[in-house]
Nanobody
């Protein structure tokens, strides 16, 4: 079955950097035609979209991370990464990878990876 597995979370000081990675397996279609996204959910809050790398080759970010986070994908390796710099305590959350076939269908979620930014 389709699986996405995140890695790379951890504890970092404010102003530091982390790189998250998400690897896909069991995909129904080739990885390149999945829209891949990173979401995050802080305690007591809703899960919010952070960044998307579309199958068309575009990238989009929520305003709060623009200029600090970069999403990238390697279709051959079936991975999507999130490079996070200038981290702030408010970036602390569980980060989830999600993939969806570009022409519709269910969204597949990873199990999440915890990011904690200390002040």
């Amino acid at each position: 079955q389709v699986r996405f597995v995140e890695s790379g979370g951890g504890l970092v000081q404010s102003g530091g950097s982390l790189r998250l990675s998400c690897a896909g397996s069991g995909l129904t279609f080739r990885f390149s035609i999945y829209d891949m996204s990173w979401y995050r959910q802080a305690p007591g809050k809703e899960r919010d979209l952070v960044a998307t790398s579309s199958a068309r080759g575009t990238s989009n970010y929520t305003d709060s991370v623009k200029g600090r986070f970069t999403i990238s994908r390697d279709n051959a390796k079936k991975t999507v990464d999130l490079q996070m710099t200038s981290l702030r305590p408010e970036d602390s959350a569980v980060y989830y990878c999600a993939g969806r076939y570009r022409w519709g269908g269910p969204t597949y979620w990873g199990q999440g990876t915890q990011v904690i930014v200390s002040s």
